[in-house]
């Protein structure tokens, strides 16, 4: 089955009041618009309910999965663990069969977050 990737982008009232939790957030919600659909279908063929609420505590798995591999604290975020973050969670989603540009788009986008972080920009 053909699977649709969409593409997140970082809209500018997103900075707004940036912390390293609000960034997690933002990461967070970006691999969930990313691959929505390719959890959904892991979900579906178990025959897991795969809507709302769910797939967001699914999403949020994975990232928190990703947190520790990056052996960074969820709670507590620093940029730097955030980099590392990304970079677990790019790997993860080739893995997952999500195509280069996608991850690089997305890669782009959190850069941007980060570095809005990284120099204070809210």
Known sequence: MKQTFLRWNMQP???????P????DLITR???????ETFAQNEQMLGHNSAGPELD???????????????????NPSPAGLKRVVQVLARKSAAWGTPPEI?????RQIAWVLECLASGVS
Do not use: M, S
């Open 13 to 19: 009232d997103d900075l707004r009041n940036l912390t």
């Open 21 to 24: 939790a609000k960034a997690r």
């Open 30 to 36: 970006c691999l969930r618009e990313a691959h929505r």
């Open 57 to 75: 505590l699914i999403v949020e798995g994975a990232v928190r999965l990703a947190f520790r591999e990056a052996h960074e604290d969820y709670e």
């Open 103 to 107: 991850i690089e788009h997305h890669k």
